[in-house]
């Protein structure tokens, strides 16, 4: 079993709808949880880091935590076609390297 | 502001030739370094990470190997091209500690034929 599981996706959404997307991981030390944003044939970009559980907002993202359930989630409001990418997961505990999620890919359409 | 350098954003190469792959890091001091390979549907594998000149450390046994000769200054590396090399690999800087994120460099695109 992997540590961290994502849906490869396609996910495809209209432009304006909210984007929602997940990964569940095994590993009850993960403590530090990360998404980012890779456009195709570029590198990725961090979007989100968050400690712990809760949420965190950055205009139109949210990150959330649920440690107990051991799931993460990103949800991106008023989709744009710029947002058509694909976003991975990751997360780390206090002393371990990073685990990365195998990516989803979103298409949002006009 | 920090910022990485990865080059060439492709390359083309036949089997049995070497690799020189360079990634340098502008605006910080002691990153650790990373390279990872990544495939298609599969997500980002680590090959190998550095926290200071002269210090690698190898995850995957394969064909590859890294050098650190200066501080910001990370080379991936090949004697031999296997056509299983062929991939997306990217450079990445953290700060000292294991858990802080990564930034990535853009890439470079290697195709074995």
């Known amino acids: 079993q992997k540590e961290v599981e994502q849906d490869p996706g396609p996910l495809s959404v209209p432009e304006g709808a909210i984007v929602s997307l997940n990964c569940t991981y095994s590993?009850?030390?993960?403590?530090?949880f990360m998404w980012y944003r890779q456009y195709s044939r570029k590198g990725p970009e961090l979007l989100m880091y968050?400690?712990?559980?809760g949420n965190k907002e950055d205009g139109r993202f949210t990150a959330q935590v649920d440690k107990s359930s051991k799931y993460i989630s990103l949800f991106i409001r008023d989709s744009q076609p710029s947002d058509s990418a694909t976003y991975l997961c990751?997360?780390?505990?206090?002393?371990?390297?990073?685990?990365f999620g195998a990516g989803t890919q979103v298409v949002v359409t006009p | 502001s920090q910022t990485i350098h990865q080059w060439p954003a492709t390359l083309v190469q036949p089997v049995g030739s070497p690799l020189s792959l360079e990634c340098t890091v502008e605006?910080?001091?002691?990153?650790?370094l990373y390279w990872y390979r990544q495939a298609a549907g599969r997500g980002l594998q680590l090959l190998f990470y550095?926290?200071?000149?002269?210090?690698i450390s190898s995850e995957v046994p394969q064909n590859l190997s890294a050098s650190r000769p200066q501080d910001r200054q990370f080379i991936l590396s090949s004697k031999k091209l296997l056509l299983s090399d062929s991939g997306f690999y990217l450079c990445?800087?953290?700060?000292?500690?294991?858990?802080?994120?990564?930034?990535f460099g853009n890439g470079t695109r290697l195709t074995v034929t």
């Open positions: 990445a800087w953290s700060t000292g500690q294991d858990n802080s994120p990564l930034h």
């Open positions: 590993n009850s030390a993960f403590q530090y």
């Open positions: 968050t400690y712990s559980s």
């Open positions: 990751a997360m780390a505990s206090s002393w371990g390297k990073l685990q």
């Open positions: 605006g910080t001091s002691n990153p650790n």
């Open positions: 550095s926290v200071g000149i002269g210090q």
